[in-house]
């Protein structure tokens, strides 16, 4: 039978229902475009259906409905509807979302995807609190929002391409709650964006818990980001928090002390004397002042004692009774909290400024507690602020907690230190919300969005009240309350504010710069410990992610304090601000997920990874190992950023306490003339002098006084400056780093007194024969041209040279965009950049007369060099021909090759066992002590050679074997060969990299030579391509019938003459 298309054109009524899929046998045998006509037909036909039932007498009891017709579908539109949706099931693109986010679906649809809608009614879930916590414990999401509108479909093109691939696997699903789906059900392909378990720190109980560990984790202390917290549940919790409370009762009221004979003024506090007067009449007995300042500087000296552990032979008894506390509580309430007068309070004010001074060095939250004591006491089941009360008074805490039992079995109780004393806006309270992103927790990965919110409570500060509308800051409690009168008339209206308009209030305060140098680093280590603690108790599950909103208050120090962390954040367009964020933050959410799985350099809009943890150190419990491949996946992101003036800033963040920061030039012997070769490794050792700030002796002092190790080489082509220091000390290195490149002190004593280190130096290198051999290769085989120098330079030089010659020098190659400023370790990049722009903006990126330094193209000159000294007992060999430069695709088979070659030394053990066949032979026959194959790469050239050292009379034949393992590669290198040569060298490319001081100064040559890192991963897959036809290939056009260069010292009279050398080049076979 033959099927046309319909041409008539068909409507869909808005009250659209999901009818099933037309039968298979109907549509039997007709093509793809027809099956879909075929299907919408059937489909308008049922539509049409329910609109003549409907549009008669409605059934009784029913409210009849209208309906509108929607626009006519375009045949073409299906036609290219039904291609998408083929598209997007080949490539995967199928994908699920649940709740309001027309964000995520329009970015989806605009990669290519086609969604999947989920057509059933809401569930009506009963949640059971677990350890982990109800999700409304944790979540903050959207489902209570009033303001969630449909997304619009007006020709109803999206509920056809759904329906089209409502039987296909959906490969990405958003759902608002974790419960949702689960996520043990799920392929691996399949991408949600929830972790299971989240509850362990998203929950209120589960933060308060976790950061107690934190010192098993890193060397820092969760009381310097987030204030005291206890489960009021747990018995040793609630002890430990009555404790807590007393004692902060007994520091608060010596602040009240100083600071009301110092006539400071808090914000938010005035005294209610009416309250005052008739507190003093309820007063049982008179207030002995003296008493009252005895008890509290005994609680404070008996806490002291305990942190330094002196109280341990000390019999348990409390530093007060029970009586003594009810009456001392009772007195300071009716002082602080009721402005009671006290008199003679200044003969008491040394004693107790002097107790707070100690106590400031071991109580970070000191400041912020107040004199108020006041806690917030948190529900756990409950989640935006619900249930949240502010309390100052010990039995009003204890005695609200007591009252639901329900709670208090589940430990779901918080009680937390109030901040008293926050940074305040016009005299008005705000928080910070700030989202972050977690791509996975083994290794733990950890991306913080730059744009971030600031959320106005809708009444001026004050102490004098607890209620919620002065100290909550939750949009969802603050937008159904009026703003006061009294309220600042510079915070708006919708009580929020842009990060941007934050930072303009900090510049108005003269502190704009700190939000870069306090609050942002802050923000981002609170984050990192928090997550930290918690990583053992996550389900890390590949293709999951998960977007969490966290919540920072800032004290007068501009210091934030992590006050919770929310699963689910919500993204209600509640106001222009969250509007126009939370929609860009769902973007660029997407792009981390979805196009950097593609393209690893892809946009990831104000994303930034902050945390990428080092494989090993994401091992887990009963873990002991990973695996090569796991090595590569954990292995950290270089970053790269250029300043204006050219100079490249790199680095790799591994995680450790320490680091290594350097800056690495493009300058060395290769650059130096005739005239001033030696004069980069001259100005290297000038560098330990001191500078004009600091004297050789202050210089000195300074980095022993961080426990630092600063160094310096120089090579042909590059020279380096770098410290090795503690990660917490790394502005201070990069200042001195920065003084020694650019403000060394050249004065012509330590010029002189250096000249005689040099000339020392160059004696002792004539002893390290191994040296004076490679730089003879050198100067043979790249005769008349610059890298034939020494990098040292020769005696004659290292005599003449003077100060000017220095300065020539430098003003000649130290330029901005010939340095890389690298660094690796505990880093931030983010700081390290502003770091350098602080100190190294100022380095010139312009040339004299521009007057570029352009490196001339060095010649290979096959040729052969001998020095000849029958006294020494064993003779150094080195033969060579010219490699692949640096930037050659060729190289990677070249290292293979020559890993192929491998090394030996007399102190190897294996003997005939081991893997390289010209090692086998070299213990069989006794042919050398040692040899080495080597490839040295420059910019525009190569060394690839074997250098050994042997007996006199065995020269011939080790010089035979050499070349036999040469002609090998060109001829009949194995398979098995090659396997075994990429497995070294993969081990010797990982291993290399064992400290932060190697991958610094890799992180330095790779940027100089490649303009970037090449990643462990990129090198692994390009040693993976080799073939044993590669190696056959790469060789013959390297080596094979090609003039080698030879030196040799020592008695060298039986190395074969150059003309037999070169005859072994090749092999005559038929």
Known sequence: MKTTKSKQPFHLATDRRYTACPDSGETEGLSKDQKVTAFIQKYTQDEGKGLQATAGTPPEGKVPRSFVSLPVLNPERLKTARAQVDKAVRMHKVFSVQGPYPVIRTALRARGWVEQRLHCPKPLVHHRHSEEGSPKDSADSDEDDDNVNKEPDPDGIYDIMSRLVRNE?????????????????????????????????????????????????????????????????????????????????????????????????????????????????????????????????????????SLEHRDIDRNLETPLTEEQWEEFIHSYQLVVHGGEKIENSDIFVQCCKAMLERLVEVSPQLDIDGIHNIWIIKPGAMSRGRGIKCAKHLDQILQLVDGDSTLIKESKWVVQKYLERPLLVHGTKFDLRQWFLVTDWNPLTVWFYKKCYVRFSTQPYSLNTMDNSVHLCNNSIQKHLIPSQQRHHGIPADNMWSDDQFRTFLCSQGRGAQWQTVVVPGMKKAVIHALQTTQDLMESRKNTFELYGADFMLGHDLRPWLIELNASPTMAHSTPVTARLCSAVQEDTIRVVLDRRADRTANTGDFQLIYKQPILLSLRRGQSSVSYAQSLLGAPETHLTTLDNGLRVASEDTGHATCTVGLWISAGSRYETERNNGAGFFLEHMAFKGTKNHPQTALE??????????????????????????????????????????????????????????????????GNLQEVCLDLLHATAFQGTPLGHSVLGPSSNARTLN???????????????????????????????????????????????DAIPVLSPCRFSGSEIRMRDDALPLCHVAIAVEGADASSPDIVTLMVANSIIGSFDLTYGGGKHLSSRLARLAVEEDLCHSFQAFHSSYSNTGLLGIYFVTDKLKIEDMMHWSQNAWMNLCTTVTESDVVRGK????????????????????????????????????????????????????????????????????????????????????????
């Not at 020279?719 to 990660?727: D, G, I, R």
């Not at 965009?817 to 931030?828: E, K, T």
């Open 803 to 849: 100060r000017q010659d220095l300065v020539d020098y430098i003003s000649s190659h130290y330029k901005a965009p010939r340095m890389v400023l690298s660094a690796a370790g505990g880093v931030n990049h983010e700081e390290l950049v502003g770091l350098a722009k602080s100190h190294f903006s100022g380095v010139s990126f312009e040339y004299e007369d």
């Open 169 to 305: 696997m959906v490969y990405f699903y958003w759902t608002m709650r974790r419960d949702a789906i689960n996520p043990n059900s799920l392929q691996k392909e399949q991408i949600i964006n929830h972790f299971a378990k989240a509850g362990s720190f998203t929950t209120k109980s589960g933060l308060c818990v976790n950061l107690r560990k934190l010192h098993w984790f890193d060397a820092a202390d969760p009381d310097t980001f987030f204030p005291r917290c206890y489960r009021l549940a747990a018995q040793d919790e609630k002890h430990s928090f009555i404790e807590d409370y007393r004692r902060t009762a007994c520091t608060s009221f010596l602040k009240y002390i100083v600071e009301r004979e110092e006539g400071v003024q808090t914000e938010g506090t005035s005294h209610n004397t009416r309250a005052a007067r008739k507190r003093s009449k309820q007063r049982s007995r008179p207030m002995d002042l003296s008493k009252m300042i005895t008890s509290a500087l005994k609680v404070c000296q008996e806490f002291l004692e």
């Open 983 to 1070: 497995i070294a060298l993969k081990a010797s490319l990982v291993g290399q990299l064992n400290g932060t001081t190697p991958i610094c100064d890799d992180i330095g040559r790779h940027v100089l030579n490649y303009g970037r890192r090449v990643p462990l991963a990129e090198w692994d897959a390009r040693i993976d391509a080799v073939t044993p036809r590669m190696v056959r290939d790469v060789c013959s056009k390297y080596i094979y019938d090609k003039c080698p260069a030879v030196a040799a010292v020592g008695p060298c009279e039986q190395l074969p003459d150059y003309n037999r050398v070169r005859s072994a080049m090749y092999w005559l076979r038929f």
């Open 701 to 766: 002092q300074q980095v022993e006084s961080m426990g630092a190790h600063l160094s310096a080489y120089t090579s042909r082509e590059h020279t380096a400056y770098y410290m090795k220091t503690l990660a917490k000390d790394l502005p201070k290195a990069v200042e001195l780093l920065a003084e020694v490149v650019q403000s060394c002190s050249l004065n012509e004593a330590d010029i002189e007194q250096q000249r005689g280190v040099v000339l020392r130096e160059l004696e002792e290198v004539e």
